[in-house]
């Protein structure tokens, strides 16, 4: 089975642009994490979707936004870039069971780089 | 609020030493805790759960409600176990939105 897939592996953008990050999960999985990974704050989350419907949110300005296809493919937007916005995005997926939390698994993430 | 905190940020042991991870998790209610591992230049992967209570790659932890701890342990670390450690929170229930420690990286030496 292929694992969590992240496109594009690294990104440059300057101050103010915008940038949609990819993900493709596990066959199969439905549910759709991100996590943020910097060295000052380590890995934080963003937010989780499952079955195209938000789930839950981390404390992240609204510019930080995210969508799930039916395909249960997802990606992540982040709007008016600021130079802390630099990180490792990591995207995890996992096969859903509604009464007991699943291992996520962990694509090799997106290195956003705002300069 | 919920809170995982490792206090090592480096552990280096000898081959062969006995390794201990710590962690220790704030919250009021019934956690899922998990360990997930990154070796050098692999994603991060689940290593174990507290609720399988199995042993991976000799490390086993154990949930200790009273002093709210996760400890990863074995008995005799090897050069292969060279790796960064997370410990990670799940309130529990139908999500998947975990609270992870700032990671310990564990360095054994030959």
């Known amino acids: 089975k292929a694992g969590v897939t992240q496109t594009p592996r690294y990104l440059i953008k300057t101050r103010g642009q915008q940038v949609t990050l990819s993900c493709s999960p596990i066959?199969?999985?439905?549910?759709v994490s991100w996590y943020q990974q910097t060295p000052g704050q380590g890995l934080q989350f963003l937010f989780e979707y499952f079955s195209e419907t938000q789930r839950n949110k981390g404390n992240f300005p609204g510019r930080f936004s995210g969508r799930q296809f039916s395909n249960s493919r997802s990606e992540m937007n982040v709007s008016t870039l600021e130079l802390g916005d630099s990180a490792l995005y990591l995207c995890?997926?996992?096969?859903?069971?509604?009464?007991?939390?699943?291992?996520?698994?962990f694509g090799n993430g997106t290195r956003l780089t705002v300069t | 609020a919920q809170r995982v905190t490792q206090p090592e940020k480096l552990l280096s042991v000898f081959k062969g030493a006995p390794v201990e991870l710590k962690c220790n998790y704030s919250?009021?209610?019934?956690?899922?805790l998990f360990w997930y591992v990154q070796y050098s230049r692999q994603r991060l992967q689940l290593l174990l759960r507290h609720i399988s209570r199995e042993s991976i790659k000799g490390f086993t932890a154990d949930l200790n409600k009273g002093e709210t701890s996760f400890h990863l342990k074995k008995p005799f670390a090897q050069e292969e176990d060279s790796a960064m450690y997370y410990c990670?929170?799940?309130?529990?229930?139908?999500?998947?939105?975990?609270?992870f420690g700032t990671g310990t990286l564990l360095a054994v030496q030959p």
């Open positions: 990670a929170l799940n309130r529990g229930g139908a999500t998947n939105k975990l609270i």
């Open positions: 995890a997926s996992s096969f859903e069971s509604r009464s007991t939390p699943s291992p996520l698994h």
């Open positions: 919250y009021s209610g019934s956690p899922e």
């Open positions: 066959s199969g999985h439905r549910s």
